[in-house]
T-cell receptor, first 111, second 116 residues
Framework: SQQGEEDPQALSIQEGENATMNCSYK?????LQWYRQNSGRGLVHLIL?????REKHSGRLRVTLDTSKKSSSLLITASRAADTASYFC???????????FGSGTRLQVQP | DAGVIQSPRHEVTEMGQEVTLRCKPI?????LFWYRQTMMRGLELLIY????????DSGMPEDRFSAKMPNASFSTLKIQPSEPRDSAVYFC??????????????FGAGSRLTVL
């Protein structure tokens, strides 16, 4: 399977703490994206990083990408209860428009 | 725009019955994707279309599954006959290629299928 792996599978933190999720993938990519899924809902796009970028910021989100290690991380700073959701990395290969999704990290932020 | 619209939201059927899931993508989006989500296998790509033409259907599990996109505003995923192992949440997503060739997907709310 080309599906990416994410760790941890589950993460429980207190409000105000930072949450870090990691993603590893197996193929060559031209971009990597992160999506959030609230319980019972569809996925929502959060942030995209291109293969020639190493770091990207968007509000409380920080994404890093290391193509030599085929890995990415998502950092959510100053977490809130509303950040409770599952987070998925997704990536597209060269010439391939469909995204392959990672296995996901379930984040629980305790108020 | 109302986003990607899927129907039905929930479907409970008996083994052997035909199931049809429907999707209306965002107007102007030229890519449409069908994914399936289960606890065991995560999110799997089933098939995707570009300008209503199927591009990659290698993820369609068996001949029991078929998908069509007769026009730019409508797609169906059909399972005939359905089996209990088809129970999953089926997502439709659409996109417009942006930002140096990257597809950013907009997902529908999903159709939860239970086959008894």
């Amino acid at each position: 399977s080309q599906q990416g792996e994410e760790d941890p599978q589950a993460l429980s933190i207190q409000e105000g703490e930072n949450a870090t999720m990691n993603c590893s993938y197996k193929t060559s990519i031209n971009n990597l994206q992160w999506y959030r899924q609230n319980s019972g809902r569809g996925l929502v796009h959060l942030i995209l990083i291109r293969s020639n970028e190493r770091e990207k910021h968007s509000g409380r989100l920080r994404v890093t990408l290391d193509t030599s290690k085929k890995s990415s991380s998502l950092l959510i700073t100053a977490s809130r209860a509303a950040d409770t959701a599952s987070y998925f990395c997704a990536y597209g290969g060269t010439g391939r428009r469909a995204l392959t999704f990672g296995s996901g990290t379930r984040l629980q932020v305790q108020p | 725009d109302a986003g990607v619209i899927q129907s039905p939201r929930h479907e409970v059927t008996e083994m052997g019955q035909e199931v049809t899931l429907r999707c209306k993508p965002i107007s102007g989006h030229d890519y449409l994707f069908w994914y399936r989500q289960t606890m065991m296998r995560g999110l799997e790509l089933l098939i995707y279309f570009n300008n209503n033409v199927p591009i990659d259907d290698s993820g369609m599990p068996e001949d029991r599954f078929s998908a069509k996109m007769p026009n730019a505003s409508f797609s169906t995923l059909k399972i005939q006959p359905s089996e209990p192992r088809d129970s999953a949440v089926y997502f439709c997503a659409s996109s417009l290629v942006v930002r140096a060739g990257a597809n950013v997907l907009t997902f529908g709310a999903g159709s939860r299928l239970t086959v008894l």
